[in-house]
């Protein structure tokens, strides 16, 4: 049995209108997808599948936490997700994505949502992650502050100095349309 074989769904097998699915994503899930985004977290997983005919409408609902690296100090930072998430599959020749729909082949019948799951979580998360302000790591934001770039001022009139391949675009005037 592989790692990701309780986030199968048997489709071709499906004998009812509705499928109602449960999981409980931890940190050995987030560490077998190995992600790039996270590997830690605890998240609870319903899926439910409608059959529609040869169409399969699947809805993610996710919700917990999950453990990312905070994008200022590196130390974890704990980010609730809360998500609702669609996905249309129908069963084809071959592996196909066509815009909103998600093919698989009928030889195999069957989808995997293990990467599905993975993915709705990254597309809720935040771009911008980090602790709230004081709560970072103090001796990584002290090293970042002691090797951020910090421009430099002249001594006669404390104008900071600017780039001379740069300093040409001060005088670039923009017309403005009335």
């Known amino acids: 049995m592989g790692r990701f074989d309780k986030y199968n769904v048997d489709l071709k097998g499906m ?14 899930f987030f560490a077998d997808i190995d ?5 830690k977290g605890t998240v609870k997983a319903r899926v439910v599948v409608n059959k529609n005919r040869d169409i399969y409408d699947f809805s993610f609902s996710l919700a917990g ?6 994008d200022r100090c590196l130390d974890d930072l704990a980010i609730d997700v809360d998500t609702e998430n669609a996905l249309r599959v129908k069963l084809g020749e071959s592996y196909a994505d066509e815009g909103d729909i998600v ?4 030889h195999e019948g069957d989808l995997n949502i ?9 597309l809720a998360l935040p771009m911008k992650r980090v602790h709230a302000p ?5 001796e990584m934001t002290g090293k970042l502050k002691k090797h ?12 900071m100095q600017i780039d001379p391949r740069w300093a040409g675009l001060k005088d670039i005037q923009i017309e403005e349309d009335n």
């Open 35 to 39: 992600g790039e985004e996270f590997q």
């Open 15 to 28: 004998r009812v209108a509705s499928l109602e699915l449960e999981f409980d994503l931890d940190n050995a």
């Open 148 to 159: 951020s770039v910090e421009a430099e001022e002249d001594g006669d009139d404390n104008e």
């Open 114 to 122: 293990a990467w599905y799951l993975y993915e709705f979580i990254v």
């Open 103 to 106: 093919i698989i082949p009928e």
């Open 134 to 138: 004081g709560k970072c790591n103090h």
């Open 65 to 70: 936490t999950v453990i990312v690296p905070c």
